[in-house]
C-alpha cells in the first residue's frame, strides 16, 4: 500500500513583493490547506534545490508534487501556475486550461512578467511572518 502523497509545496522568493502577495491570495484561496510554503531563500528550498538541480540563477515559483511513492515532480515557471490552478476550487482552475498553449509562449510570458516584478511590485527586506493561524503551512 502506498503512502499518502505529501502536501504540494510552492518554492516562491520570499523577497519579492508580488510573490508575497501571490502568497497571501494562495492562502486566502486555498482554504483546505492543501499547499505549503517555503521561501527560495530558506533550507526548504536549499534541500529541494539540491535534490532536484535547477539552474541557480532560476528566477521562478517552483511546485513541488509528491506521490504516493515519494517520487517528486517538480514544476517551474508557467507550468507551476497552471498545475496550482488545476488545484484550485471556483473559476480559478479554469486558468490551468492556458496549460495548453505551447509552453515556450506561456514561459515566455511568465519570464517577461518575472523580469519586471521587482519594478512593479517591489523588493521586501525580508519574508513576511506568517499570522499564528498559516504557521503550519510555512516550513523553513
Request: with cysteine; aromatic share 10%; hydrophobic share 40%.
Amino acid at each position: 500500500m502506498n503512502a499518502p502523497a505529501a502536501k504540494p509545496l510552492v518554492l516562491y522568493d520570499g523577497r519579492c513583493g508580488f510573490c508575497d502577495v501571490s502568497v497571501q491570495w494562495l492562502l486566502e484561496h486555498d482554504p483546505s490547506g492543501q499547499f505549503q510554503f517555503a521561501a527560495l531563500e530558506g533550507e526548504t528550498a536549499a534541500a529541494v534545490l539540491q535534490r532536484h538541480p535547477l539552474p541557480p540563477d532560476l528566477d521562478s515559483i517552483v511546485l513541488v508534487e509528491t506521490d504516493g511513492d515519494g517520487n517528486e515532480r517538480i514544476s517551474v515557471h508557467s507550468t507551476a501556475i497552471f498545475r496550482i490552478c488545476r488545484r484550485l476550487n471556483g473559476p480559478w482552475r479554469a486558468i490551468a486550461w492556458l496549460g495548453v498553449l505551447p509552453r515556450a509562449l506561456t514561459d515566455l510570458g511568465y519570464r517577461l512578467f518575472a523580469r519586471h516584478r521587482y519594478r512593479v511590485w517591489g523588493r521586501l527586506d525580508a519574508c513576511r511572518l506568517p499570522q499564528p493561524n498559516e504557521r503550519s503551512r510555512f516550513l523553513p
